[in-house]
Structures are given as C-alpha cells and as structure tokens.
Nanobody, 123 residues
C-alpha cells in the first residue's frame, strides 16, 4: 500500500523560509515522477508548484514557484522536499505531495496523494 506523508509545515513571517518534506512508503518511488501542489481553500483547485523526474535530473516549476521554491529528492530515503524561500502571505495554503502522474502538470493525473500540510505566512 502506498502512503505519502508530508511534514515541515507551520507558520512563518513574510520573507521567511520553510522546507516541506514528503516521505513515501510502498510502491516504486525511484521510478516515479513526484510533484508538489497547494490548495488555498477547501474546494479550490490544486495548484501545480513543482515536479521532479525519477532521477532528479529534470525539474519543472510553475511561474508562481520559479526563483523561490526548489524541489529535490533522495531516492535512498524515499523523500521529496520543497524548499520555499521569500514566502509571501499569498503562499498560505495546504501543501500536498503527489506521485506517479501520467501528466505532471495536472493534479487529476497523479495516482497517489498525501493528506497535505498547512503553511501559513503572516505579514
């Protein structure tokens, strides 16, 4: 059974940094593309932020994440991280990691999801 568990969320002031981590149990982690998304309110769409190829060689970012967020992975530890710098109040959201997509840009095309973790950025 595949399980994704996010950690590292919390509250931070604007301009600060947080690093989110997602650990994956079960499944073929080292063969999967992995992604990070966020949802700014329940019922709203999941916004794509970043994705990383199975080897880590290729990384993809949304415009909202470029230059501030960095995705990385450790296949030995089965983890994927999202380092977030220069955080803004509009980055406040619930953040999710997801695995094994057929289309890395589309949240509906990911096969596995974590439960998410809250990030709150205060001004």
């Amino acid at each position: 059974q595949v399980q994704l568990v996010e950690s590292g969320g919390g509250s931070v002031q604007a301009g600060g940094s947080l690093t989110l981590s997602c650990v994956v149990s079960g499944g073929s982690f080292s063969y999967w593309m992995m992604g990070w998304f966020r949802q700014q309110a329940p019922g709203k769409d999941h916004e794509f932020l970043a994705a990383i190829s199975p080897t880590g060689a290729d990384k993809y970012y949304a415009d909202s994440a470029k230059g501030r967020f960095t995705i990385s992975r450790d296949n030995a530890k089965r983890t994927v991280d999202l380092q977030m710098d220069s955080l803004k109040p509009e980055d406040t959201a619930k953040y999710f990691c997801a695995a094994d997509p057929t289309n890395l840009w589309s949240p509906t095309d990911y096969n596995y999801w974590g439960l998410g973790i809250q990030v709150t950025v205060s001004s």
